[in-house]
């Protein structure tokens, strides 16, 4: 059976390769100019390169640890992880360690006439500071429009989803925070202790710019509501968040009884209102809020009709 690309999902692909290389572009960006140049361990390749040109003897630059790194760590990916994983990383494998290089001229005196060049600042009381934060700014902002095409910046992610495979039981999640604060850690050996602490600052700053950028600024929420008023909650849902609702069949685990609980999207600034409705119709009801990775549909990725 031959498959069939149509223009539409054509320009939607070179609309995410556009976007993941952008995003790397972006990173890279903040990595050559503001976190390099300072030696912040902010964790992640980065970090472990700053790493291993201060331990290991050899008269090679960062950008020559930050490429092999990049490359071991994607070459690791295919061969332990499959063709998808590294299909995923490619495009910032292949620009992430071409950009870094660029940008990394930005910093030289010669360039702009030293435009990007902190260091030699009259503001020098405040420069690391702000490479600090314009760093873990960029890195994060480039790491989420990546995620955003649906690409991946690959890195340490790779040494967590290895161990994974030792460490069953073990998150991703937290093998990759522990990587990463192993990365940080090692980076006190390296620098000293402002400089140590301004890369733990960073790093909280790029995770928090990926949380923001990735998740958006409608930040959405789920609640499962169980009721014996269903009908009346899901009316004032409708009404006055101008928002539906998921009515499904549940049984009482303890009671046995048939019951009905309601399943809600909402954003951050809807919660009074909806927690108004519950608390008029049903102070009783049984509700469980979380947070929604990803809502798509009416009223969150379509308009409202």
Not at 86 to 96: E, G, N, Q
Not at 115 to 131: G, P
């Amino acid at each position: 059976m031959e498959l069939k690309i149509t223009k539409k999902d054509a320009v939607h692909q070179l609309k995410n390769m556009f976007l993941v290389i952008f995003g790397t572009a972006v990173l890279a960006f903040g990595t050559a100019v503001f976190i390099e140049p300072y030696n912040l361990v902010t964790g992640g390749v980065s970090g472990l390169a700053i790493v291993l040109a201060d331990f290991v003897p050899l008269e090679l630059d960062f950008n020559f640890y930050y490429t092999v790194l990049t490359w071991v760590l994607f070459f690791l990916g295919l061969m332990l992880l499959g063709k998808d994983f590294a299909i995923k990383t490619l495009l910032s494998t292949v620009f992430c360690p071409v950009f870094v290089s660029l940008f990394s001229h930005l910093v030289e005196q010669q360039t702009l006439n030293g435009m990007f060049v902190m260091q030699n600042s009259q503001y020098q009381d405040i420069a690391v500071l702000l490479a600090a934060v314009c760093g873990g700014a960029c890195v994060g902002a480039g790491c989420a429009i990546t995620f955003i095409a649906g690409g991946s910046t690959g890195g340490v992610d790779v040494l967590a989803f290895l161990l994974i495979k030792v460490f069953k039981r073990t998150k991703s999640s937290h093998l990759i925070f522990a990587i990463d604060a192993a990365i940080v850690v090692m980076g006190f050996f390296v620098n000293d202790i402002v400089i140590s602490l301004l890369g733990i600052i960073s790093a909280f700053i790029c995770a928090a710019v990926i949380d923001r950028v990735f998740l958006g600024n409608e930040q959405a929420y789920v609640a499962q509501i169980v009721s014996e008023k269903s009908a009346e909650i899901s009316r004032g849902v409708i009404e006055r968040l101008d928002r539906t609702a998921t009515i499904v069949d549940v049984v009482g685990a303890y009671s046995g009884e048939d019951k009905k609980m309601m399943i809600v999207s909402f954003s951050m600034r809807e919660y009074s209102d909806l927690m108004a409705i519950i608390n008029k119709e049903d102070p009783q009801a049984f509700m469980t809020i979380s947070r929604a990775h990803e809502n798509h549909g009416e009223g969150w990725t379509r308009a409202k009709k």
